[in-house]
């Protein structure tokens, strides 16, 4: 023991200095493993992070947006994943009322991104078909006219339109009396634009107040030779002259 001591006292110094040299090293380590281990975990979470924003921005640009409204149960805005189609926007949405009729929907086309869906209900539905019903009729009624009505609705088909020009060209077609008949019928029909009054001048298409005093205020100066002559008045050109020319006499 008393060499131990001896020893400590001549190397005191020497034994402390070594000692905190040790303890010095070992809180080196120490520290340095301690910070290592976070930096490596913050390097790691600043690389993970614009991984995960990426995904984010790539998931929302594949969603569509969809408005729905009228007859659902709950209306408003819908994100889908694309591939989607109605019936299912308006399942996400509540589903149908009871008031709700979805014959003008169809249920299965894929919706499309800003698409705005709106059910109707029964009783928009029942004025729908009862307007188009009238529509259609009066369309029919005009085709069947011997002198054209420019003013008459047009068909939303021209399939339909094609169909019932077709169906018209067979009727006039039936027998060579009938053709005769329908001609005659023109051409008293056909409007004269040496003497008829500004109100029967208004009646051919195309052909309004300002148009009608014109072609009297012409032939008061000069009598109209052929119906060619129509289109120096001024105001009427060769597009409007096609369209009355089968209608006018001299």
């Given amino acids: ?23 010095f090293l070992f809180l080196s380590i120490f520290i340095f493993y301690y910070f290592r281990s976070n930096i490596n975990n913050l390097e790691k979470r600043i690389r993970e992070r614009p991984v995960v924003e990426v995904v984010n921005n790539k998931s929302s640009n594949e969603k569509l947006i969809v408005d729905i409204k009228g007859e659902v ?20 949405a509540g589903g149908f009322t009871r008031d709700a009729d979805s ?20 009783s928009e539905i029942k004025d729908y ?19 054209t009505n420019d003013s008459c609705i047009e068909s939303s088909s021209n399939e339909k339109q094609s169909s019932s020009s077709t169906s018209t060209v067979d009727k006039s ?10 001609d ?18 208004m009646t051919l298409t195309g052909i309004g107040e300002s148009k009608a005093l014109a072609i009297i205020e012409y ?24 369209k009355i020319k089968d209608y006018i006499t001299t």
Avoid: Q, W
């Fill in 73 to 92: 149960k709950r209306p408003g805005v819908y994100y889908l994943d694309k591939g989607k189609r109605v019936i299912d926007v308006v399942n996400k």
């Fill in 129 to 147: 078909l009862s307007t188009k019903k009238k529509e259609n009729e009066i369309v029919e009624k005009c085709k069947e006219e011997i002198v």
């Fill in 173 to 182: 077609k039936s027998s060579s009396s009938d053709i005769k008949t329908k």
């Fill in 1 to 23: 023991m008393e060499r131990i001591k001896d020893f400590y006292s001549d190397y005191r110094d020497y034994i402390l200095f070594i000692l905190s040299i040790i303890i």
């Fill in 219 to 242: 032939r008061n100066k000069k009598k109209f030779e052929t119906i060619e002559e129509i289109k120096e008045v001024s105001g009427i050109g060769d597009s409007l002259f096609e």
């Fill in 103 to 122: 014959f003008v929907n169809n249920l299965s086309m894929k919706v499309k991104d800003e698409m705005v869906i709106v059910i109707y209900s029964k």
């Fill in 184 to 201: 005659e019928e023109v051409s008293n029909k056909k409007v004269s634009i040496n003497t008829a009054a500004k109100e029967e001048l």
